[in-house]
């Protein structure tokens, strides 16, 4: 697990470590990265309290299902995949009798993992005077807001709005100056797309990109 404080840019490499070399995703560090995500989340205020509780609630059950007596089939997301759906531990067409399957909570964090990739994008390519909310937001609505009903798309929206200037942003990421955060986003996020792809199509070859 990593420690805080950290940099952003340690949280993102955690990321690199995520594909082995036949391109399988390590449950272990994709677990990781989002548990040092959360905590730079956690820094931006309570006001998105109700999003770390979430997501930090969706880390448990993966690394439940990672400790648990089964949990040499979870070490990749392929592993993970062939095993519950072997053993018809996933509802796939309505919720039912496995409401935390790994398959539906990790989709949940991939889904994530887009609105995230999106976001640093903006962040990566704005100028000084861009406004993190409308990054944050306009990110949401091409990801994950398609997934929420009206009440957390609402929450939200509200949230994002007391996100800090893009300086103060920059800040909380204690990597350095703003040059060196944009050539760090640059840097991590063909490997974040690349997590994302891979995660993205082994779903929908299972067509699992609608699990309940
Ligand atoms: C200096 C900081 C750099 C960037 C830091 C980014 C930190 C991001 C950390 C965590 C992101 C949150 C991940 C949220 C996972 C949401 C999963 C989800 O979709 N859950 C919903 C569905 O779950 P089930 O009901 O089907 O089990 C659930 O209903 C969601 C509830 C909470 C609302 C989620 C809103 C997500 C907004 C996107 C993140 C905004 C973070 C803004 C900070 C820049």
New binding site residues.
Partial sequence: MLDFPST?KEVLDTFKLCLSENKEVYLEHYVAG?RG??K??N??GSV?G???K??VN?IKILVTHMEGENGSQYVTVQSMVKYELDNELVDLTKRGIHPESGC??LL??H??LR??EL??ERLRTSNEDGK?SVM?SES?NES?AQ???WM?RK??GM??CV?PGRPA?FE??NVGPPEQVVAMLGEALPLISDVYQITEEFYAQHNMLDLP
Wanted: positive net charge; charged residues 10%; glycine residues 0%.
């Fill in positions: 952003l989002w995500l959360v730079f989340l820094c931006l998105f109700f999003i770390s979430d997501a969706k539906r909570t949940r964090l889904r994530a609105w995230l976001f640093l993190t944050c949401y994950l997934h929420h009903p957390v929450a939200a949230a994002f996100l942003f909380v990421m």
